[in-house]
């Protein structure tokens, strides 16, 4: 069977491409056979922030799914709704749960099953946190001082000192160091392979870093180094700014659709997405920005495709076509796609809560039974 590798970052896969650009990275050097391939671990987790929009979803959530139907049996699939990276920033208790479950409905309603995967709730494995705490006795400050996680976050300059007055105001040590804790949740599983975005290669790198670190003061392979595999994908982007990446934080809830949209929902939301004064339906990100935006969800979300190899060709079907009529194709096609899922979700969530609560309990033990055998190691090697 194929190995095909997933995305954590809000990214967007053509599917025939993403199996292609996959298949080549893990199979370069691999028997054929399964029983003869190096056994993979692939790690990815996603932020609980409530119901998934399509950024999400084409960007990890689709490629997670496919993975687990076509992954060979020598793969581990390990997701986690990363629930303690989320309090980096306040969150109201009530509201994080609940974002908890959306999440967890989701992944289950787009696909994602409990018997095939691990799925679950990072703060249901202490060992994360407990093997984030071994790792930080080591890691450096000189190191974390560099990574842009906390900058961004706290809107720093780049070149921003954590020491310095400026930024020791806004700066909480949880932000500070969550790239150990990211790490922590690779290297407890012994991941081989975590996909990411340009965006976050930094991070990986530094879980290799601490893995390199821990290992040499252990004088063993204790910790696995995952390999980085960068995303060739885009972004999904916003349908009120399309220079800008599709945010659940954003401001006008106009500009992402939910997986939960109602059909009404997502013809309103096309209909008045930003896109341009030009005659007629041309594919070019750069001078339409809007329209290309529009081309490509359709392209991801068309399960033909119409024979198409990428949006370019893709847009063509489009053409003689006004905007308003591109909208309504591409709406047609949004609601077509998201119908079943968003009936499966609304299913588990309208019922007593046992679909949750037992894919969460299954997840759960699977990865406590994963984290526990490599912190059996980790405590050994440091002389608990």
């Known amino acids: 069977m194929s190995q095909k590798l997933c995305s954590v970052i ?14 080549t990275r893990l199979h370069s050097n ?36 496919k993975l687990q139907n076509d992954a060979s049996s020598n793969t581990s699939l390990i997701y986690s709704v990363v629930d303690l990276h989320a309090i980096t920033v306040h969150q109201n208790p009530d509201a994080l749960r609940t974002s908890k479950k959306e999440m967890l409905a989701a992944l289950l309603a787009v696909g994602l099953d409990p018997q095939k995967c691990t799925i679950f709730f990072q703060s249901d494995v202490p060992a994360h946190s407990e093997l984030m705490w071994i790792l930080s006795c080591s890691a450096s400050m000189g190191y974390l001082s560099r990574m842009t996680q906390w900058k961004s976050k706290l809107d720093l300059d780049e ?23 990211q790490a922590a949740d690779i290297l407890i599983h012994k991941a081989t392979h975590v996909p990411v975005g340009h965006d976050q290669s ?18 063993s392979k204790v910790l696995v180094q995952p390999e980085t595999l960068l995303s060739l994908a885009k972004r999904v982007m916003a349908l009120d700014r399309p220079t800008h990446k599709m945010s659940k934080s954003a401001p006008n809830p106009k500009s992402r659709i939910l997986l939960t949209d109602s059909s009404s929902a997502i013809s309103k ?19 339409r920005p809007g329209v290309s935006n529009l081309i ?14 990428d949006p370019a060709e893709y847009a063509k079907e489009f053409e003689g076509l006004s905007l308003k009529a591109l909208k309504d194709k591409v709406a047609e096609v949004v609601d077509g796609h998201l119908a079943p899922i968003r009936a499966r979700f609304e299913e588990i969530v309208g019922g007593d809560g046992k679909i949750l609560e037992e894919a969460a309990q299954i997840g759960a ?11 059996k190691e980790v405590r050994h090697a440091v002389g608990f």
């Open 365 to 375: 033990e699977k990865a406590r039974k994963s984290a526990e055998s490599t912190m």
């Open 296 to 309: 490509e969800i359709a392209f991801n979300l068309d399960s033909s495709n119409h024979g198409a190899a």
């Open 30 to 65: 691999t028997p054929s056979s399964d029983a003869l391939a190096a056994p993979r671990v692939i790690f990815s987790g996603i932020q609980p922030t409530g119901v998934p929009h399509l950024g999400n979803y084409l960007g990890a959530m689709q490629q997670w799914v």
């Open 10 to 23: 809000c990214a967007r896969f053509a599917p025939r491409s993403l199996a292609s650009r996959v298949l």
């Open 202 to 219: 930094q991070h990986l790198e530094f879980a290799r870093e601490c893995a390199a670190g821990f290992n040499h003061l252990a004088g």
């Open 159 to 181: 070149n921003a000192n954590p020491l310095d007055p400026s930024s020791k105001t806004k700066l909480k040590l949880g932000l500070f160091s969550y790239p150990v804790l």
């Open 269 to 287: 939301k096309l209909r008045v997405a930003l896109t341009d004064s030009i005659e007629g339906v041309t594919y070019d990100p750069s001078a």
